[in-house]
């Protein structure tokens, strides 16, 4: 009998054509509608092998019921949304898609700093609804990106791409992590500071960190009030991380001028959430890592993890607790 595997979304056929040789393969058959947890449930039973997205929570109780469960392969470089410690407990592997999104993520994170900078959504909305009658000297003015400050909050892959990025537009980089990089700031010119001081001094400040225990809510008011009137806010990594009441206030409260968002703490984000009533914010729906190629790569890796987890190989990206 071929072991089962279980994909949580329809994945395009070139990426899993073949794993049938092996594999007994079931997938969900939705592109745009996540498998329900009901059917997700009944799924997990048998399955040696399953690949999952982040809209997937891969708690404790579900993988309580996968007695046969050895691999969970996830098409996302963020894991967040797997209990690592629980499947660790019951010797289940957790592998992520680290590496090949991590330029496409910092291109998108860049274009939103500058989206917001410069208003760009704003601006398009106003000349779509009829509103440009005129060029006037103040009219739709934005903050410069160039020669600003740069403050990245988590220096890891997707963080250093960012920050090469800004050096093309002369911006002075700063950086909070939890440990020191002494080589990328060789490199990159870029100058360590402890959170409170980056706040305090970046014109634009870039959430890069995986949400975990330690992240969340890292930014609230109380790293809100540090930051300048003029700062902008950008967050292309989980929405969890940031106090969405407090940044609610701050931006409402023009504490600070403006927020870019690509994540939320709860995806989709619901229509009436406030920060979208706010002109102030710019809003993606978590694209950060969605250009075609990079897509096809991520879930190609997430198969060769799985299979690779299967076939008694160490996958290449195994998430170690
Ligand atoms: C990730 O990989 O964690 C992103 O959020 C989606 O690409």
Known sequence: MKPKIYITRKLPEQIIEGLSRNYDVRMWDQEDIPVPREVLVE?????????????EQIDESLIEQAPNLKIIANMAVGHNNIDVQSATKRGIMVTNTPGVLTETTADLTFGLLLATARRMMEAEDYLRNGKWETWSPMQLTGQDVHGATLGIIGLGRIGEALAKRAKGFDMNLVYFNRSRKYEQEKELGIEYQPLEKLLQISDFVCVMLPLTAETAYMIGKEQLELMKGTAVLINTARGGIIDEKALYQALENREIWAAGLDVFEEEPVPLDH???TLPNVVTLPHIGSASIATRMKMATLAVQNLVDGLSGDTPRNLVLL
């Not at 997990?44 to 809209?55: A, I, N, S």
């Open 43 to 55: 799924e997990m039973k048998e399955v040696e092998g399953l690949l999952c997205l982040l809209t």
């Open 274 to 276: 406030p920060l979208l």
